[in-house]
């Protein structure tokens, strides 16, 4: 790291030398953990006893508040969330307690999948995500219809228009427009909860000896008050791994059962929360295709286009099993090249 091409870097160094708490911080010792989609990175550093992890949000790209109290609400509901040590959000640098160097999604590429743990740790996630829901959201930002439809405003216009360069006619952008407003509405109609927005692999840390494989939990600082079942679809329909629906199915059941002991105000009937969680997943599913395409063309961070085929199968998977979608999926085989067999077109 060359200190003087990077003044955040040097101004970062210089605040952690004047820290007294905690204890033994040494900046010799920043190394780089990881960025994100974001203006964000984050570095590991030694303390007295133990590491810590320093956050670098860069104002005016990022605010720290929303982190801060997030962490402190999420914490006091029982999620095994960063603890802030200290903060500067002035400068946008904070030191959180260190939660582990493994996401699920790195034990996942490195074997969990085929092991008996793979399932100890997904339904700890899913008894970590219900204590989620139970958090008090009402003062949050409403994830409300006019969000959802902004959001889907990405997938017209990076992911066809950008990535496949089909500039949508007319028509197309009716039948888009109605299949948007369906999804939105179901959406909307649900019941409204505290909502993470990427409760999956990524954000889902291994902790070592945590109890009952709780994970440690990250990324909140964008939580909204919004659909009861925008978590689960995030975590089974994984944009990072794969799943089948089997697999899907037997976490979406575990989550049910586990929402309806809490008091969580999920349907009564299965197949109405499996029908309400894939529609979510499909307009979730939409927007990520927009956003990994404006990611790699305006952005440059093309390794995104890596996880694009799998998204584009939970997209298929949900708008190909119910009737009202299936004019995405002749879309779909246009932009895709994919053979088709159904007789429905735009």
Known sequence: ??????????????WLDRLTTPAGLDATTLAPVSGDASFRRYFRIQGQATTYIVMDAPPPHEDCTPFVKMAQRLGQGGLRVPEVHAMNLEQGFLVLSDLGDQTFFDALRQGLRDTEDLQRHYQGALRALVRLQQCPAGDLPAYDEQRLQDELTVFPHWYLHVHHGMTPDADTQTHLAR???????????????????????PNLMVGPGAPDFEPGVIDFQDALHGPL???IASL???ARTSWDEPQQLDWAIRYWEYARAAGLPVPADFAQFHMEYEWMSLQRNLRILGVFARLSHRDGKHHYLEHMPRVQRYV???????????PLVRLLDTVEQTSFTDGYSF
């Open 1 to 14: 790291m060359n200190t003087p091409q990077d003044p955040r870097l040097a101004a970062l160094r210089q």
């Open 316 to 326: 298929r998977q949900v708008a190909e099993r119910y009737k009202a979608f299936h």
């Open 236 to 238: 089974v329909m994984d």
């Open 179 to 201: 299949i948007f407003d369906l999804l939105v509405r179901q959406a909307a109609a649900q019941p409204r909860v505290l909502v993470h927005r990427d409760y999956h692999s």
């Open 229 to 231: 079942s925008y978590d």
